[in-house]
């Protein structure tokens, strides 16, 4: 959720708040008939405004550390992809074992097909071509927002790795490039892909609740602050110094 919407929230909280204290100054003249808008129902609002925001960020803490710890471990995707790259190019693999690694790759950097790109890298891995890799240069920089999802990422990965065990022809040395590493590094990403999720579904109930409470139709605290206003504009009059007072609090919606 965007930071000036969680802005909002406190603010329309934080108004409330001034609005019970100054209710409360008016003494005997403040006496609505609407039960919703009587102090002690206000107070109340206050009261579970309060806990709903708690639950809000007790839930946003574990999910900002699980996203962090995710991000940190899928940033060196695209550079391992490219050494992987290089290492394919000397290995002497088929052009079709080739195509089916590049599909795997391109999906894990979330980049499109290019033909002359991926003829050229298959091109120079075989006899009669250039010995190099293409150079990340060389690479289609189209971006997949659907290939570039974290489950996307960790399951092309996987198949990129079983891809490459199938094949005896690759044995790189830098045990980085290894299947067996890759394959172990797929299961790490995998693990932090289900935290991230486990910890997003308390976040997403917590910030429904607080939704609801905050911005229902007549029974919410924006709705009931508005209306609290109307009623001190009722009784004092728009010109009153009492509405002076409030006149500039807000209540905004989400």
Excluded at 27 to 45: F, R, T
Excluded at 97 to 109: G, P
Aim: proline share 4%; aromatic share 8%.
């Amino acid at each position: 959720m965007a930071a000036n919407s969680e802005k909002g929230y406190e603010k329309n909280r934080a108004n409330l708040g001034i609005l019970i204290s100054f209710f409360k100054g008016y003494g005997s003249k403040y006496n609505p008939i609407n039960p919703l808008l009587k102090i002690s129902a206000l107070e109340i609002l206050d009261g579970k405004a309060a806990v709903e925001m708690k639950s809000v960020a007790d839930a946003l803490a574990p999910y900002a550390m699980a996203v962090d710890a995710r991000e940190e471990a899928f940033a060196p995707l695209n550079k391992l992809t490219t050494k992987i790259n290089y290492a394919l190019s000397s290995s002497g693999l088929s052009k079709k074992l080739l195509e089916d690694a590049q599909t795997h790759i391109r999906k894990i950097k979330g980049t499109r097909k290019s033909k002359k790109a991926l003829d050229a890298f298959i091109e120079s891995t075989h006899e009669g071509a250039k010995t190099t890799a293409p150079t990340d240069t060389n690479q289609p920089k189209q971006i997949s927002n659907s290939h570039l999802s974290y489950d996307n990422r960790a399951e092309n990965l996987y198949a990129l790795g079983t891809l490459l065990q199938s094949e005896p022809a690759y044995t790189p040395n830098e045990v980085e490039l290894q299947t067996g590493t890759l394959l172990t590094l797929c299961t790490n990403l995998k693990t932090l892909n289900k935290n991230v999720n486990d910890v997003f579904t308390p976040l997403s109930n917590a910030r429904v609740k607080r939704y609801k409470l905050f911005n229902d139709d007549v029974t919410g605290l924006c709705d009931i602050g508005k209306e609290a206003k109307n009623y001190v504009k009722s009784v004092f009059g728009v010109t009153s110094k009492e509405y002076k007072q409030i006149s500039k609090l807000t209540f905004t919606k989400a």
